[in-house]
């Protein structure tokens, strides 16, 4: 599609419950789309409430969140298929 995607990206956001920015690093971001993709290893099954508050901050700031998980991978095409409907949507 043309588009170009950083890997290990900061994105910066407001947050406004403290008042002040921060950062999260993104496993890949689309600036045009501005589209996060998150790849989540077994590590994320621990981290849910984090990853939702996260997700929370970033969507509310403008960014689209999308996770995909490790086991995904083994899939390319329906991993591409899922980032295209990301970013026509």
Known sequence: MGL???RQHP???EYEKIGRFNFFIADF???Q??????LDGPIHENQKEYDESRDEI???????????KNQELEDI???LD???SACQS
């Not at 789309?33 to 998150?38: A, G, N, P, V």
């Open 4 to 6: 170009k995607f950083k």
């Open 11 to 13: 994105i910066k956001f």
């Open 29 to 31: 971001y689309c600036h």
């Open 82 to 84: 899922k980032i295209k």
């Open 77 to 79: 095409n329906i991993v």
């Open 58 to 68: 970033l969507e509310a700031n403008g960014f689209r969140v999308l996770r995909i």
């Open 33 to 38: 789309m501005q589209l996060i993709i998150e």
